[in-house]
């Protein structure tokens, strides 16, 4: 208003501020854009890597803005970057005096020391940087990005820990300690800074167990955490986050009767938990095949009494547990009959629904593949399929059961039917492939070997890796085989013994695969026979024989199909079954150097790495 009143009354002294005013905004405008243009150059040659052609122009935006420090710091940088040492530490012992406040004129002097060789000047120079802190949170974080700007994050680290030191707070910066040490893969310091966050933010384990398992290359790494969980918990047994990852390491390296222990220990010791954790934990020993460990943990959770929460699902589950073992071929005869007779108690208790179909269906397969009641099976199945509020994906599962009932039955077609038409609902999904898989093992089993191979060829770009990997077994299988009559005859009788064992009649399947060389001497099949034979002695539990004839094949057929197959089940049976780890480590270790393409790869690396005990390479 007053300039406004001065201009109305004053016309010629207000034309002359008027032209001043002016001035000055268009010779700040000059002096901006000349600075614009500076910075983008000098920006241009840093990005080409002239620092020499940078330093001119950043020392004059140095000299325009001196309270900018990223133009110190970009300045100071293509110094140190051309060897102009002496002007550099003209140049901060010059800024220090200007601004003496500024703690980054001290770390920006042991730089230039540390570049140019003075070693001893400059960590003398970052620790009087770190000494000098007080208890301020922004001073502390303000010089610890100082060092981490230039990849000195040891001194960061110290920084933090000074300032921790100061607040009194054992906590302080822990979250930030944590990133420094998972970007540097120190994994000691990096246990024990999650064990502190862990203490005072027990619900921060999630997090912890994903940063871990990210991190952790092997059951070595997993031994430091359990180590360091083992003096914590005896120390402050009353801290239960450290018993939950303790629980937590023990399943990652398959430790699960130890996991076991512990769970129970813990809903035992906190009863306000009411089995959630013992509950989620047998559900991973579900999940992660320990079948026995988790009929233990659902036993367990049975005791606290049909009024529990979980006991319903409980007892399920534990049924369930019991069906995968028989599945898995791990079972005495007398235990199917009161198996079957549990699933029935549970459609009796709770009818044919949606919810119980599961227990009709495992029923049924009891009934099919074990106890030999065909008929019973197949009804069963039927009346599965006619419980309504059924799942597209449940009634093709049904369908896919009924298809395997039809093929021992001796009703093929039957068979080719319903797998065909799961196939054609589900096309390009997991259970269609599933569905067309199996129509080409059908095929196969009744000696139609061109359409089996035309199934198989179409299978091999599953997006299953297994079903790809099984769907070019067979078909390498039955184009290998197929170049004279002896070996189609050979392949014919091979068939047979397969559909035998899937019909679970393990002993006419041997004796029809030990036939097959007497009746076609000179056929070409002696690799897939041996794989074959494998295999019906690891059902059979006789897991010795089982590795003769594994070691038959990778010695007398080192170009076969199998041997990748074959080495990685030899390892498994060694670590796992025949306690041979030093056989194991060798299987392992010859899948990772002859057959890199192999789907085994990956895990066999990493039993080689667990069974070596270290986190090395090969």
């Known amino acids: 208003m007053y300039v406004f009143t001065f201009l109305c009354k004053q016309p010629a002294e207000a034309m002359k501020y008027l032209f001043l005013i002016i001035g000055g905004l268009l010779l700040y405008g000059s002096?901006?854009?000349?600075?614009?243009?500076?910075?983008?150059?000098?920006?241009?040659?840093?990005?080409?890597?002239?620092?020499?052609?940078?330093?001119?122009?950043?020392?004059?935006?140095?000299?325009?803005?001196?309270?900018?420090?990223?133009?110190?710091?970009?300045?100071?940088?293509?110094?140190?970057?051309?060897?102009?040492?002496?002007?550099?530490?003209?140049?901060?012992?010059?800024?220090?005096?200007?601004?003496?406040?500024?703690?980054?004129?001290?770390?920006?002097?042991?730089?230039?020391?540390?570049?140019?060789?003075?070693?001893?000047?400059?960590?003398?120079?970052?620790?009087?940087?770190?000494?000098?802190?007080?208890?301020?949170?922004?001073?502390?974080?303000?010089?610890?990005?100082?060092?981490?700007?230039?990849?000195?994050?040891?001194?960061?680290?110290?920084?933090?820990?000074?300032?921790?030191?100061?607040?009194?707070?054992?906590?302080?910066?822990?979250?930030?300690?944590?990133?420094?040490?998972?970007?540097?893969?120190?994994?000691?310091?990096?246990?024990?800074?999650?064990?502190?966050?862990?203490?005072?933010?027990?619900?921060?384990?999630?997090?912890?167990?994903?940063?871990?398992?990210?991190?952790?290359?092997?059951?070595?790494?997993?031994?430091?955490?359990?180590?360091?969980?083992?003096?914590?918990?005896?120390?402050?047994?009353?801290?239960?986050?450290?018993?939950?990852?303790?629980?937590?390491?023990?399943?990652?390296?398959?430790?699960?009767?130890?996991?076991?222990?512990?769970?129970?220990?813990?809903?035992?010791?906190?009863?306000?938990?009411?089995?959630?954790?013992?509950?989620?934990?047998?559900?991973?020993?579900?999940?992660?095949?320990?079948?026995?460990?988790?009929?233990?943990?659902?036993?367990?959770?049975?005791?606290?009494?049909?009024?529990?929460?979980?006991?319903?699902?409980?007892?399920?589950?534990?049924?369930?547990?019991?069906?995968?073992?028989?599945?898995?071929?791990?079972?005495?005869?007398?235990?199917?009959?009161?198996?079957?007779?549990?699933y029935l108690a549970i459609i009796d208790s709770f009818g044919k629904t949606v919810q119980t179909v599961f227990a009709l269906q495992r029923w049924a397969h009891l009934q099919a593949f074990y106890l030999n009641d065909l008929p019973k099976a197949e009804k069963a199945l039927e009346e599965c399929l006619q419980i309504p509020g059924l799942s597209p994906q449940e009634s093709g599962r049904i369908k896919l059961e009924l298809g395997d009932l039809y093929v021992l039955t001796q009703q093929p077609w039957e068979a080719a039917l319903f797998y065909e038409q799961v196939a054609r609902q589900f096309e390009g999904v997991p259970i269609g492939q599933e569905a067309t898989f199996r129509?080409?093992?059908?095929?196969?089993?009744?000696?139609?070997?061109?359409?089996?191979?035309?199934?198989?060829?179409?299978?091999?770009?599953?997006?299953?890796?297994?079903?790809?990997?099984?769907?070019?077994?067979?078909?390498?299988l039955l184009s290998d085989h197929l170049q004279t009559k002896n070996d189609s005859l050979a392949l014919t009788a091979f068939a047979a013994a397969e559909l035998l064992k899937f019909e679970n009649k393990p002993a006419a399947a041997l004796a029809t695969l030990d036939s097959i060389p007497l009746r076609y001497p000179g056929n070409t099949l002696g690799d897939d026979i041996l794989m074959a034979k494998s295999r019906l002695w690891i059902d059979q539990k006789e897991f010795a024989k089982a590795s003769e004839f594994l070691e038959e094949l990778v010695r007398e057929f080192p170009e076969s199909i199998w041997v990748d197959d074959a080495l990685f089940t030899l390892g498994d049976l060694f670590e796992h079954r025949l306690q041979q780890p030093e056989k194991a480590k060798a299987c392992y270790q010859r899948l990772m150097l002859d057959f890199p393409a192999s789907i085994y790869q990956a895990e066999g690396r990493k039993r080689f790495r667990n069974l070596r005990g270290d986190t090395g390479g090969v």
């Open 439 to 476: 129509s080409a093992k059908l095929y196969f089993y009744k000696g139609e070997f061109a359409y089996a191979k035309s199934h198989a060829d179409v299978l091999k770009a599953s997006t299953s890796q297994l079903i790809a990997n099984d769907a070019l077994n067979l078909s390498l």
């Open 31 to 342: 002096l901006y854009a000349q600075d614009q243009q500076q910075e983008s150059l000098a920006f241009k040659f840093i990005q080409e890597g002239a620092y020499d052609k940078a330093s001119p122009l950043l020392e004059q935006l140095v000299k325009q803005h001196p309270a900018d420090e990223n133009y110190f710091e970009l300045y100071l940088n293509a110094l140190l970057k051309t060897g102009k040492y002496p002007q550099a530490e003209q140049l901060v012992r010059q800024m220090a005096k200007t601004y003496p406040g500024r703690q980054t004129y001290l770390v920006a002097l042991g730089r230039v020391y540390k570049e140019s060789g003075k070693t001893a000047e400059a960590e003398k120079l970052f620790n009087e940087a770190i000494q000098r802190l007080q208890n301020n949170e922004q001073q502390v974080r303000e010089l610890a990005n100082l060092f981490y700007r230039f990849e000195a994050y040891e001194l960061a680290v110290s920084t933090f820990l000074q300032g921790r030191k100061l607040s009194g707070k054992e906590q302080e910066y822990v979250y930030e300690l944590i990133s420094i040490y998972r970007f540097k893969k120190d994994k000691v310091r990096l246990i024990e800074e999650y064990l502190i966050a862990l203490r005072h933010n027990p619900p921060f384990i999630q997090n912890a167990q994903n940063a871990l398992s990210n991190l952790f290359e092997d059951n070595a790494d997993y031994q430091l955490l359990q180590q360091s969980l083992l003096k914590k918990i005896q120390r402050e047994p009353e801290i239960e986050v450290y018993n939950q990852l303790l629980i937590w390491q023990y399943m990652q390296q398959k430790h699960y009767q130890l996991a076991l222990r512990q769970v129970i220990a813990y809903d035992r010791r906190v009863p306000a938990d009411e089995g959630n954790l013992l509950y989620q934990t047998a559900n991973s020993f579900l999940a992660n095949n320990a079948y026995e460990t988790a009929i233990q943990a659902f036993e367990q959770l049975l005791h606290k009494g049909p009024q529990h929460k979980y006991y319903l699902s409980s007892k399920i589950q534990l049924v369930d547990a019991k069906f995968k073992l028989v599945r898995e071929g791990r079972y005495r005869q007398e235990e199917l009959q009161p198996l079957a007779d549990q």
